[in-house]
C-alpha cells in the first residue's frame, strides 16, 4: 500500500492542508442548550494534533427557531453559542489544524427521542417528514427568505470567528434535501417544480447568499447525498445527465468543493462504471470533491446501532481511486471519531495499532 498520495498537501482559497484528509461531520450532541463545551474544543483539537487535514465540525444549527430537533446539538448564533466556537477554532489552529463549521438546518424532524421539543413548529418545503407524511409546517417565502440569510449568516461568522472555510449541510434528508426531494417538496411555486434542478433553488440562494456573505476568496463546501434515511437506494438523479443538471447549478452559485456522502465509498454510483459518487461529481463538474463512506472500516455506518462492530479495513481501494483522480479529498468518520491518533498512525505505517468502531464510541468524547 503506497499512502503517498494521501498525504500530498491540497491548497484552494483559504484552505491550505497539510494531507488530504477531512474529518467528516459527525453529530455527537454534547453541547447542552447549543453551547460548545471545553470538552468539545478538547475533542477537536486532538483530531487537528492528530495531523487531520481539515476537520468539518459536527452539524451545528442556523438561527431559525425549529432548526434543530435536539438541546444538545450546537448552535453557530448567539453570542454564548460562538464565543464556544471561537475556543473550538482557536485550539485547532495551536495545534496547527484547519477546520470549518457545517451548518446546518434539520427541516422537518421527528421528535427527539428525548421529548425535547423546539420553540416553533418544524418547517420544511411542504410539510412532510416522510413521503405521504405530514408533520410541521411549510415554510412561506418570507420563511425561505429568512433561512437563507440565516444560512449567510452563519457563514459570515464562521468566518469572523477564524474558521477556514464552510461547510452547507444540504444531504441526508434535511431542510435544503428536502428541498432537492420531489416527494416532500411539492410546493408549486418557484422553490419547487417537476425536475431536480428547479427543486434546486433553495440550495442555490443558500450558496449564493453564503458566497455574498464570505467574499469570493473563502472555502465553500456543500455536503449532498442521493440516498435518504428513508431510503438508502433512493437516487435525487438517476443518471448522468440528470446528476449534470443538478449539480453544475451548485458549483456556478459559489460551491468551491462537493462532499459526496455515500455510504460505501467503493460502491458505483450508476450502471457501466466503477466510478462512485464523488468520481462521477468531479467529472461532470470539474471541482474538487470530497469522498466519504466506510473508510478504512469493514462495516457501515448505520450497523453500528444493531450491534455490529467494524474492524480496521484496508486503504488499497481507496488509494487506487485517489491515484486516477477520481476525487481530491477523503471524509474519515468513525475511525476518527473513535482515535484522535488515526491520521498518525496511518501515516506512520502503524496499522496494528489502528482501532475498530463500536457504538460505544458515541456515548463519549475522546
Not at 188 to 207: K, M, N, W
Not at 231 to 249: F, Q
Not at 334 to 351: C, M, N, Q, S, Y
Request: one cysteine or more; proline letters at 5%; hydrophobic letters at 40%.
Amino acid at each position: 500500500m503506497n499512502i503517498n498520495s494521501l498525504f500530498q498537501p491540497f491548497k484552494l482559497k483559504t484552505l491550505n492542508m497539510k494531507n488530504r484528509i477531512v474529518m467528516a461531520p459527525m453529530t455527537r450532541s454534547f453541547s447542552p442548550d447549543g453551547v460548545p463545551t471545553l470538552d468539545v474544543a478538547d475533542y477537536y483539537r486532538k483530531r487537528a494534533a492528530g495531523d487531520v487535514g481539515l476537520i468539518l465540525s459536527e452539524g451545528t444549527v442556523i438561527d431559525r427557531p425549529s432548526s434543530s430537533n435536539d438541546a444538545n446539538i450546537p448552535h453557530f448564533y448567539g453570542e454564548h453559542a460562538l464565543a464556544g466556537w471561537q475556543k473550538v477554532i482557536d485550539g485547532v489552529h495551536g495545534a496547527h489544524g484547519q477546520m470549518g463549521p457545517q451548518i446546518w438546518h434539520m427541516g422537518i424532524m421527528a421528535d427527539h427521542h428525548s421529548g425535547w421539543i423546539p420553540p416553533a413548529p418544524f418547517e420544511g418545503p411542504s410539510g412532510f417528514v416522510n413521503p405521504g407524511e405530514k408533520k410541521g409546517q411549510a415554510m412561506t417565502e418570507r420563511d425561505i427568505t429568512e433561512a437563507i440569510l440565516a444560512y449567510g449568516r452563519a457563514a459570515a461568522d464562521a468566518k469572523r470567528l477564524g474558521f477556514d472555510c464552510v461547510e452547507i449541510h444540504g444531504a441526508h434528508g434535511y431542510l435544503i434535501d428536502q428541498f432537492f426531494w420531489n416527494e416532500l417538496n411539492q410546493r408549486t411555486d418557484q422553490y419547487g417544480g417537476a425536475t431536480l434542478p428547479e427543486r434546486s433553488r433553495f440550495g442555490i440562494e443558500v450558496i449564493k447568499e453564503v458566497r455574498r456573505q464570505v467574499g469570493n476568496d473563502f472555502a465553500v463546501i456543500i455536503r449532498l447525498s442521493q440516498f435518504k434515511p428513508q431510503d438508502y437506494n433512493y437516487k435525487l438523479a438517476k443518471t448522468p445527465i440528470e446528476m449534470e443538471a443538478w449539480l453544475n447549478p451548485l458549483v456556478n452559485a459559489g460551491v468551491d468543493i462537493l462532499h459526496c456522502s455515500q455510504r460505501r465509498f467503493w460502491e458505483p454510483e450508476f450502471e457501466g462504471s466503477d466510478l462512485n459518487f464523488a468520481g462521477w461529481a468531479k467529472k461532470l463538474t470539474g471541482a474538487a470533491t470530497i469522498t466519504v463512506g466506510s473508510v478504512g472500516l469493514t462495516g457501515e455506518f448505520m450497523a453500528a446501532f444493531r450491534g455490529e462492530a467494524s474492524q480496521p479495513a484496508s486503504l488499497d481501494e481507496l488509494l487506487r481511486r485517489l491515484d486516477r483522480g477520481d476525487f481530491d479529498l477523503v471524509g474519515v468518520g468513525r475511525p476518527l471519531l473513535a482515535d484522535p491518533e488515526w491520521a498518525k498512525k496511518v501515516i506512520e505505517g502503524k496499522t496494528e495499532e489502528l482501532k475498530g468502531f463500536s457504538k460505544e464510541a458515541l456515548a463519549t468524547l475522546v
